[in-house]
């Protein structure tokens, strides 16, 4: 049995581009391996932003999910 995944998760609604991709980094970065962070977030330019920056990183992926008003942007440690 491998060890437990953690999740966290962060409500950036309200709050826009550059900051909360400021904070999604931050967070992501003292992620464990193999842990996900959940960002809630209402700006779309924080979504765009957020798969490029998973694209210029090695260490995570990043997807993201349309919600009623409001996507989900999932980081995940590798």
Do not use: C, N
């Not at 193999?34 to 700006?43: A, I």
């Not at 998973?54 to 260490?59: A, I, Q």
Request: proline share 3%.
């Amino acid at each position: 049995m491998t060890g437990k995944k953690h999740v966290r998760k962060i409500d950036l609604r309200g709050k826009g581009f550059p900051t909360t991709i400021i904070i999604m980094a931050k967070e992501a970065k003292s992620l464990d391996p193999k842990s996900s962070l959940l960002v809630l977030t209402d700006d779309k330019e924080t979504v765009e932003q957020a798969r490029e920056w998973g694209e210029r990183v090695s260490w995570a992926s990043v997807t993201s999910d349309r919600k009623e008003g409001y996507w989900v942007i999932h980081v995940k440690r590798l």
